[in-house]
């Protein structure tokens, strides 16, 4: 497997002031990738017996993004102590995908385009055939537009008291053509308290600020084209003839996702700013939330976007750098905490199984956070049977499985997420580490099910040791079994709050050894400077967690199961542990 690309950002910017309170901005930028990614597989791996030897796949693809943003802005002659600047602009965006393939004609006399060469015994990059790819195409589900209008006012008083009010509309060919465009009004304020007569009294007190803001923002967070009615094409469909059927319903009115945020905050600082920071308390809601939701079976269709759900967001973050020694010897700490809150608020009358998160059982169920794992609970392992006990919905045990007990569980949330980072200078030389950390919340470990439930295909992981194997057993997983009807299911493999599990950790996230060149040997070397350094990264994990790594990337079976999944992990591999050597030159 190799991927290649040749990428090209490009920009001009003009700037014309035909006096001093008048200026005009405009900005065109071209971003060009050019991206050819080879596979091959070995006839031993793709496994079709009626092809002799490999499958060598290309995938070549062009990507091109165009921006053009231009504004005109005007100060205005006002009495002194007044400040007003207005600025109107617009701004225009066009992406899109180009993929080549090459022409085949297929058994049946059809012209196919393909990207796969058959029956070679190497990948194309290796064997240095030349395959033209001549026949290119645009993906339809990445190309889309962006037009954008918008008017900000900014007017401050005494450069202390400052006001900000922005309208925008936007425009967007993600959207059905009856709600193509949203309409974003904002206004911001903020007093430096420092710069007023009054504040020279605090001594100990250098820096004082106070701001807020109040207004709606867009979101565009959606494939393009949802708002149509999409099809598939099989080259092999009912009766072995090629088919085109519906994958889900149009919906003119699809429209932009909107969040009405206010935002409160200080930012200080103290001892001539050798202490620096800011919190801020924020309360975002948004309406409209996009949701691909499930529909009958009978509408031809299994999807529909839509925005139906309401969801809210609050929160706290705070941050501290503090300048500790500031002689030969120089420490300086970096240290900030965040805590947020989900909730969806309305789901527009859907329920929680109308969007799912695949075979996961993460849901969307009004009053809790985004992704909530929606779990039969699990209470403990009979001791004389080996058998796993489970909680109903009205919270009895039984020895029966049953989906419809599922219940919201456990916390997708953690409870605060943070870092901290030292910072030790002394000469030439630096050193520099930084702890990251998650306070509460749980992770689903999707794979144990598998892994620790019903004996099969799967290798089993060393928690299985903790089995039930004899009657008087007091064990945290049921017994092996063949049969899942000895687990009190229908299904092999089934998500219970057993492997629900806490998602704490602190982990030493990186660790920079330096040291600088001393000016006068840079200089015999005819450079500017040269740094040599030892860098380690994820190097120490402190966790209570069983599996790999408590820090997952979100596992997913499609977009809508990776938004749904936030606390799952599907035999993830952890993060790399790495040790680097590094040099800085600058000549």
Known sequence: WRVREIRSINSLNLLYAPTKRISFNVTGSYDYMKQTEDLFLAKELHGFSEIQNGIAIRTPRQIHNWNTFATGSYEFNLKENHNLTALVGGEYQQSQNQL????????????????????????????????????????????????????????????????????????????????????????????LVSNEDFFKKYKNLSYLKLKASYGYVGSAGIPPNRYRSVYYNANIGYGGQPETGPTNLENPNLQWESALNFDAGVEFGLYKDRITGNLTYYNKKSSDVFLEIGVPGYFGQSTLYANVAEILNEGVEFQITTRNLS?????????????????ITSLGGYSEDAVSGGTNDTRTVVGYPVGTNFLVRFSHVDKETGAPVYIDKEGNETYKWDPDDRVAVGSVLPKAVGGINNTFRYQNWDLSFLVVFTMGGNIYDSSSKRQLGRVDEWNRTELIYDRWTEPGDDATYPRLTLDEANHGST?????????????????????????????????????????????????????????????????????????????????????????????????
């Open 100 to 191: 080549s393939a090459r022409k085949i004609t297929n058994d049946e006399g059809r012209v196919e385009a393909v990207n796969y060469v058959l029956g070679v015994d190497e990948a194309l990059y290796e064997s240095g055939e030349s395959v033209d790819f001549d026949t290119t195409f645009l993906e339809a589900n990445k190309r889309f537009n962006f037009l954008s209008y918008f008017v900000r006012l900014n007017y401050n008083y005494q450069k202390k008291y400052f006001i900000q009010g922005v309208i925008r509309a936007d425009g967007s060919s993600k959207f059905g053509p009856n709600k193509r465009y949203g309409y974003f009004p904002s206004l911001g304020v903020h007093w």
């Open 491 to 587: 299904t092999p493999w089934i998500n219970t709050d057993l492997y629900l599990h806490d998602a704490s950790y602190a982990r030493l996230r990186n660790v920079t050894l330096a040291y600088n060149l001393p000016s006068k040997t840079v200089k015999k070397l005819k450079l500017t400077s040269m740094r040599i350094g030892f860098v380690g990264t994820n190097l120490l994990t402190f966790t209570n967690y069983p599996g790999i790594d408590p820090e997952i990337a979100r596992d997913f079976e499609n977009p809508t199961d990776r938004n749904m999944s936030p606390n799952i992990s599907f035999l993830t591999p952890p993060q790399e542990k790495t040790y680097s050597l590094t040099l800085n030159v600058t000549f």
């Open 327 to 343: 002689k030969k010897l120089q420490w300086s700490t970096d240290f900030n905490i965040a805590y947020n809150y989900n909730e």
